[in-house]
């Protein structure tokens, strides 16, 4: 009897409990899930919402009143500039720096007071959903990829998708509706290039993150197999130095890590292939021209030309930060996903359908056993034992001799 090999890393039995989760790739249900997880973090949430407001907010005036310092500077010609107006403004900007440096701190506690307690509570009800679950759901699972999803997977939602990733989608709205708001101030006229580069820019983002999602879960799904490869030749290392397995174990964990870095390297590709950038250069070339015609025409004045392009150079951060706050999103969708399926496997697996109840009769016996996990590579070979009925075995060994697929089997 020779047992059916399945490939590293895949388990048929996290196959029925991913099936109707819909398609890869952080589905609806993983995004009710992570709102779910934040609810209790909502004070937190509204807080730096509100400082990243107020810090955006003055951070789009700091242009315009520029603009008011050279205007009380030009604007009489060959008289003496108004030094009391110029004075006034200088203080209005200081006044503006030191408000947004407060709206900055109050954000930057808050997101990371949530991050913190969203990754806390994900690995506490990782760790107690594991330990729930029965003897035969871990033998039917790697060790290291569990362990990978309790721990990277878990922090991947702190640095990946909440700080900096959740900061800078909140950062890139704030910092492209700002200046667009405040050049609507300055002259309506002028929203012709903002407004038609906000749209762009918005259908690029859509385009891009549809192609960054894919590539985002492959990522993040090599990784795991590569810590779980590591986490599981460490564990074992007796075993694999006494078996004389250390080359193979060797040439496994390059070829994770090689995949790995395809993986990453195909993401970063996809990444760097993005439109903003682009859009934003002819949009500020736009409003230059728009805005040089209206000075000409008596309409616009040099300070009000002067934060024009201010408030259009402040959409350069956002548009070069969106595709990596992007990624990071993705990677923490991909990382939550994972953490899900392990939160929802049932408990109790083991004692769930098809079970029988009667008194044992006869031998439990193996005959010419042989099982892998990999094609050609059997972890057992050629097993066979009989144990006679009434009789108490016990199957010992370190972690990678076997001892769990022969109970298995």
Not at 44 to 51: C, E, V
Not at 73 to 88: I, K, M, N, Q, S
Not at 140 to 150: E, F
Not at 323 to 340: N, P, V
């Amino acid at each position: 009897m020779t047992a059916e090999t399945v490939p590293v890393g895949k388990d048929p039995a996290a196959t029925e409990e991913t099936s109707g989760a819909g398609p890869r790739g952080a589905p609806p249900g993983v995004r009710r899930w992570l709102l779910a997880r934040m609810r209790p973090f909502r004070p937190y949430i509204a807080l730096h919402l509100l400082g990243s407001l107020v810090w955006q907010s003055l951070n789009a005036a700091i242009p315009l009143t520029v603009g008011l310092a050279f205007d009380a500077v030009l604007e009489h010609g060959g008289t003496a500039p108004d030094r009391a107006a110029f004075h006034a403004v200088v203080a209005g900007l200081l006044a503006l720096v030191i408000v947004r440096a407060v709206g900055g701190i109050v954000a930057t506690y808050c997101l990371e007071a949530f991050a913190s307690g969203l990754e806390r509570d994900a690995r506490a009800r990782v760790f107690a959903s594991l330990l729930r679950k029965s003897q035969g759901w871990f033998n039917r699972r790697r060790i290291g990829d569990l362990s990978a999803r309790a721990t990277g997977d878990a922090e991947s939602l702190n640095l990946m998708m909440v700080s900096p990733g959740y900061d800078m989608a909140v950062d890139l709205a704030l910092n492209v509706l700002m200046p667009v708001v405040f050049i609507a101030f300055i002259d309506p006229r002028l929203l012709l290039s903002p407004v038609l580069f906000v749209l762009l820019f918005a259908l690029a983002l859509v385009e891009h993150g549809r192609r960054l999602e894919p590539v985002s879960d492959l990522a993040r799904e090599r990784f795991g197999d590569m810590t779980a490869q590591a986490t599981e030749s460490i564990a074992g290392v007796e075993v694999v130095e006494s078996t004389g397995s250390a080359d193979h174990e060797r040439a496994r964990f390059a070829e994770l890590a090689t995949a790995c870095r395809d993986a990453s390297l195909r993401q970063i590709r996809t990444q760097a292939l993005s439109l903003p950038p682009l859009l934003l250069t002819l949009a500020t070339a736009g409003a230059l021209v728009h805005s040089v015609i209206l000075l000409r025409g008596g309409s616009l004045t040099i300070g009000e030309l002067v934060a024009v392009l201010g408030l259009m150079s402040a959409l350069r951060a956002p548009t070069q930060l969106a595709s990596f706050s992007m990624g990071l999103i993705h990677l923490g969708l991909a990382g939550a996903q994972r953490i899900k399926e392990v939160a929802d496997a049932p408990d109790d697996e083991d004692e769930r359908g098809g079970t029988h109840t009667a008194r044992i009769t006869g031998d439990v016996a193996m005959e010419h056993v042989t099982f892998g996990y990999e094609p050609g590579r059997p972890v057992l070979c050629d097993v066979s034992f009989r144990v006679p009925a009434g009789s108490t075995v016990a199957v010992v060994g370190a972690t990678g001799s076997g001892s769990p697929p022969c109970c298995t089997c």
